[in-house]
């Protein structure tokens, strides 16, 4: 039903944005920051008049025929230009390539690369779809001088799909809107392995002509619905299939003959349902100093930001649900050691673990900028009031609240040759009082020649997850009150573009590390322990035609209890050019390699992968072949994925499984066709 009504919803969006951007699109736009044609601009995006010219002919302006668009991420200052390169599928796939799945796109996703939460204060828990879900931080602002669309399908086997939709335009030189949309299903490969998600965020800006009021406007949402069906019942079924096919194979959960494949199939019987949205509205008021550029025919109000008051809300709901209404009580006890009550049919009918939060969180800050001539130095201080409600299982309510200060600087040069940043917060009352988090970075230009080079350090204190809580409606046997988890990162990177190279470091020190080692026991590891990650990129040019992408993570941990494999690495070579003027290709062959290591396992009912060492991996490297072209603003992508399951002693069979984690299959031949088609109304 929810589902039902929310593609209604997102249809008629749809069609209001389209019809409001045909309409928009017959109206002349001035450039993206309301200048006339006289007008050109410094490294800081200020108005300065140009130089006469001696040639008596007036040239056409550039933004009556063309598209001037850039965006920058929410908090962030740094301009940016979209991304039309097609050699890597990966910039547009939803999941990228260091993390695995359960078997299909929408599934619970782990991360090959240790990736800890970094964050202090309130955290709920449950991350096995934030690969693949919108966030807040990365909101795209856009400044565009005509109305841009991008639509994009595509299909996989078994009748997988995604759906994308992006859409921005500038009303006026000081508002601007933005949509995207996603929306991906895939039936899976194996039974009760449904999985779909939609994902919506909204943007917008605006900014008042004399320059000293603007706000913003962000809307985020994510709805995940994935059935579970906790592994195999035995990986051996896979060598004696009915007809070849995996679906047949029995699963842990779920009741034989409930489950078909379909792709019009987004109900959820036994899985999870987590839905989360956010609301931010943002709006500040500067003052500042008063300054004007006379031009041959006009008069250019400046106006310099020196002292800005900010206040941000944010409004966020987040249920999370796992649910199954046909549980059988004898699976779960012989599988998961689990004991619930059947009724006298053998069943029950809805076993279920869920909990709703609603986080209303007030930051009032004030902001000063030393520099007129440099908005890009300022420092910022601030607190904040966060106001949280936990519902759990519809029957029980808590409320809680923290009071947290917060800091920031930040300076990139006028010359852009130093760049700093420094970040932190502290919690000081409430729920995760003693939290903080400190960051700061330094990145330096070296020349143009040797690249640049940045260093950092963090240290985040923080109450673990909600989850391990004594109060979660969740099953976890052992809940407590655990220490706070201190985690401490140093890293580098190192950056040449000119000769195509990346060179990272990042070094982990933590204690109290909290985890599960169970479907349903968490521990906490009291002892320090390390985590050391080295990656490097670089793309050679092996000829006039033939480019070889390489991408290599190097890892090691010591003294603590996190598996990850030892080298990742993610190869491509690719015979790329231009040819025939406006025909872009790129195509070869991508190979995705990674040592065996103890993967983790995955609880279904808690939604976390857990520690275990009874299994390793014993995979072949992963294969695929890939061809990808662009033509003017229309791409392509065609790849034919998993042919390291192929058997050459069977002829033509791939039925040579890569299991990921234990009794999780991942599907054999895989083919996709995707495309992307951006256009300027």
Same mark, same amino acid.
């Given at each position: 039903?929810?589902?039902?009504?929310?593609?209604?919803?997102?249809?008629?969006?749809?069609?209001?944005?389209?019809?409001?951007?045909?309409?928009?699109?017959?109206?002349?736009?001035?450039?993206?920051?309301?200048?006339?044609?006289?007008?050109?601009?410094?490294?800081?995006?200020?108005?300065?008049?140009?130089?006469?010219?001696?040639?008596?002919?007036?040239?056409?302006?550039?933004?009556?025929?063309?598209?001037?668009?850039?965006?920058?991420?929410?908090?962030?200052?740094?301009?940016?230009?979209?991304?039309?390169?097609?050699?890597?599928?990966?910039?547009?796939?939803?999941?990228?390539?260091?993390?695995?799945?359960?078997?299909?796109?929408?599934?619970?996703?782990?991360?090959?690369?240790?990736?800890?939460?970094?964050?202090?204060?309130?955290?709920?828990?449950?991350?096995?779809?934030?690969?693949?879900?919108?966030?807040?931080?990365?909101?795209?602002?856009?400044?565009?001088?005509?109305?841009?669309?991008?639509?994009?399908?595509?299909?996989?086997?078994?009748?997988?799909?995604?759906?994308?939709?992006?859409?921005?335009?500038?009303?006026?030189?000081?508002?601007?809107?933005?949509?995207?949309?996603?929306?991906?299903?895939?039936?899976?490969?194996?039974?009760?392995?449904?999985?779909?998600?939609?994902?919506?965020?909204?943007?917008?800006?605006?900014?008042?002509?004399?320059?000293?009021?603007?706000?913003?406007?962000?809307?985020?949402?994510?709805?995940?619905?994935?059935?579970?069906?906790?592994?195999?019942?035995?990986?051996?079924?896979?060598?004696?299939?009915?007809?070849?096919?995996?679906?047949?194979?029995?699963?842990?959960?779920?009741?034989?003959?409930?489950?078909?494949?379909?792709?019009?199939?987004?109900?959820?019987?036994?899985?999870?349902?987590?839905?989360?949205?956010?609301?931010?509205?943002?709006?500040?008021?500067?003052?500042?100093?008063?300054?004007?550029?006379?031009?041959?025919?006009?008069?250019?109000?400046?106006?310099?930001?020196?002292?800005?008051?900010?206040?941000?809300?944010?409004?966020?709901?987040?249920?999370?649900?796992?649910?199954?209404?046909?549980?059988?009580?004898?699976?779960?006890?012989?599988?998961?050691?689990?004991?619930?009550?059947?009724?006298?049919?053998?069943?029950?009918?809805?076993?279920?673990?869920?909990?709703?939060?609603?986080?209303?969180?007030?930051?009032?800050?004030?902001?000063?900028?030393?520099?007129?001539?440099?908005?890009?130095?300022?420092?910022?201080?601030?607190?904040?009031?966060?106001?949280?409600?936990?519902?759990?299982?519809?029957?029980?309510?808590?409320?809680?609240?923290?009071?947290?200060?917060?800091?920031?600087?930040?300076?990139?040069?006028?010359?852009?040759?130093?760049?700093?940043?420094?970040?932190?917060?502290?919690?000081?009352?409430?729920?995760?009082?003693?939290?903080?988090?400190?960051?700061?970075?330094?990145?330096?230009?070296?020349?143009?020649?040797?690249?640049?080079?940045?260093?950092?350090?963090?240290?985040?204190?923080?109450?673990?997850?909600?989850?391990?809580?004594?109060?979660?409606? @969740?099953? =976890?046997? *052992?809940?407590?009150?655990?220490?706070?988890?201190? +985690? !401490? $990162?140093?890293? #580098?990177?190192?950056? &040449?573009?000119?000769?195509?190279?990346?060179?990272?470091?990042?070094? @982990?020190? =933590?204690? *109290?590390?909290?985890?599960?080692?169970?479907?349903? +026991? !968490? $521990?906490?590891? #009291?002892?320090?322990? &390390?985590?050391?990650?080295?990656?490097?990129?670089?793309?050679?040019?092996?000829?006039?035609?033939?480019?070889?992408?390489?991408?290599?993570?190097?890892?090691?941990?010591?003294?603590?209890?996190?598996?990850?494999?030892?080298?990742?690495?993610?190869?491509?070579?690719?015979?790329?050019?231009?040819?025939?003027?406006?025909?872009?290709?790129?195509?070869?062959?991508?190979?995705?390699?990674?040592?065996?290591?103890?993967?983790?396992?995955?609880?279904?009912?808690?939604?976390?992968?857990?520690?275990?060492?009874?299994?390793?991996?014993?995979?072949?490297?992963?294969?695929?072949?890939?061809?990808?072209?662009?033509?003017?603003?229309?791409?392509?992508?065609?790849?034919?994925?998993?042919?390291?399951?192929?058997?050459?002693?069977?002829?033509?069979?791939?039925?040579?499984?890569?299991?990921?984690?234990?009794?999780?299959?991942?599907?054999?031949?895989?083919?996709?066709?995707?495309?992307?088609?951006?256009?300027?109304?």
């Amino acid at each position: 039903m929810y589902s039902t009504i929310f593609n209604k919803k997102i249809i008629c969006l749809f069609i209001t944005v389209v019809s409001v951007s045909f309409l928009f699109a017959q109206k002349t736009l001035k450039t993206a920051d309301g200048s006339s044609p006289g007008v050109t601009y410094d490294s800081q995006g200020r108005p300065i008049k140009k130089q006469a010219s001696n040639d008596s002919l007036q040239h056409r302006d550039r933004y009556a025929d063309s598209i001037t668009i850039f965006y920058r991420y929410y908090d962030s200052t740094r301009n940016r230009t979209l991304d039309s390169s097609i050699n890597d599928f990966n910039t547009r796939f939803p999941q990228p390539y260091w993390v695995n799945n359960l078997g299909n796109l929408g599934t619970a996703t782990h991360s090959m690369i240790f990736t800890p939460i970094l964050q202090s204060g309130w955290d709920a828990g449950f991350h096995q779809y934030d690969a693949i879900n919108f966030t807040v931080a990365g909101a795209k602002l856009f400044q565009t001088t005509r109305p841009y669309t991008e639509l994009a399908y595509m299909l996989g086997s078994k009748a997988e799909q995604l759906i994308n939709f992006t859409h921005t335009q500038n009303r006026n030189p000081r508002f601007n809107f933005g949509i995207e949309y996603r929306f991906a299903n895939s039936p899976g490969l194996y039974r009760l392995q449904n999985a779909s998600f939609n994902n919506v965020r909204f943007t917008a800006h605006y900014q008042t002509a004399n320059k000293r009021y603007a706000n913003f406007f962000i809307f985020v949402s994510n709805k995940n619905a994935s059935s579970e069906n906790g592994g195999l019942q035995d990986i051996h079924q896979l060598n004696n299939l009915t007809l070849g096919d995996p679906f047949v194979a029995l699963t842990r959960l779920g009741v034989a003959g409930t489950q078909s494949r379909s792709p019009f199939n987004t109900t959820v019987n036994t899985g999870n349902i987590y839905q989360t949205s956010t609301i931010l509205y943002r709006h500040q008021y500067d003052f500042g100093q008063k300054d004007s550029i006379v031009t041959d025919s006009s008069v250019i109000k400046l106006f310099y930001a020196r002292l800005r008051l900010q206040h941000t809300l944010s409004i966020t709901t987040n249920t999370y649900n796992y649910r199954d209404i046909n549980a059988d009580s004898t699976a779960y006890q012989t599988y998961f050691n689990y004991h619930i009550t059947p009724y006298a049919s053998g069943y029950l009918d809805t076993v279920s673990f869920k909990e709703k939060w609603n986080v209303i969180n007030n930051e009032f800050s004030i902001i000063s900028f030393p520099e007129k001539n440099n908005q890009n130095q300022f420092l910022k201080i601030g607190a904040a009031l966060q106001n949280l409600k936990g519902v759990f299982n519809d029957s029980i309510t808590h409320h809680f609240y923290n009071v947290y200060a917060l800091a920031e600087y930040r300076n990139r040069t006028r010359n852009q040759v130093w760049e700093i940043e420094a970040t932190g917060n502290l919690y000081l009352n409430g729920m995760n009082a003693g939290d903080y988090n400190a960051y700061i970075s330094l990145k330096r230009k070296l020349s143009k020649m040797v690249g640049n080079l940045q260093i950092g350090f963090q240290n985040v204190n923080r109450t673990v997850s909600f989850i391990f809580n004594p109060l979660t409606a @969740f099953p =976890i046997s *052992n809940k407590q009150n655990f220490n706070k988890e201190n +985690t !401490a $990162r140093l890293f #580098a990177v190192y950056e &040449n573009p000119k000769l195509s190279f990346k060179l990272s470091g990042e070094y @982990f020190l =933590i204690n *109290n590390y909290a985890y599960m080692d169970s479907f349903f +026991t !968490a $521990r906490q590891e #009291a002892g320090l322990f &390390n985590v050391l990650h080295i990656a490097a990129e670089k793309k050679f040019r092996l000829n006039k035609y033939f480019n070889w992408y390489s991408e290599v993570h190097l890892q090691q941990t010591t003294g603590g209890i996190v598996h990850v494999p030892t080298l990742l690495t993610r190869n491509r070579v690719a015979f790329e050019g231009n040819f025939y003027k406006n025909l872009f290709l790129s195509t070869g062959i991508e190979i995705r390699y990674y040592t065996n290591y103890q993967a983790d396992n995955y609880s279904p009912f808690t939604g976390q992968f857990f520690y275990q060492s009874g299994y390793t991996t014993s995979n072949r490297p992963d294969v695929n072949l890939f061809f990808n072209f662009r033509i003017k603003g229309f791409k392509a992508f065609v790849r034919a994925e998993n042919l390291n399951t192929l058997v050459p002693t069977k002829g033509v069979e791939l039925t040579k499984y890569n299991i990921t984690p234990q009794l999780y299959p991942q599907p054999t031949f895989w083919f996709r066709f995707g495309v992307w088609w951006s256009f300027v109304n």
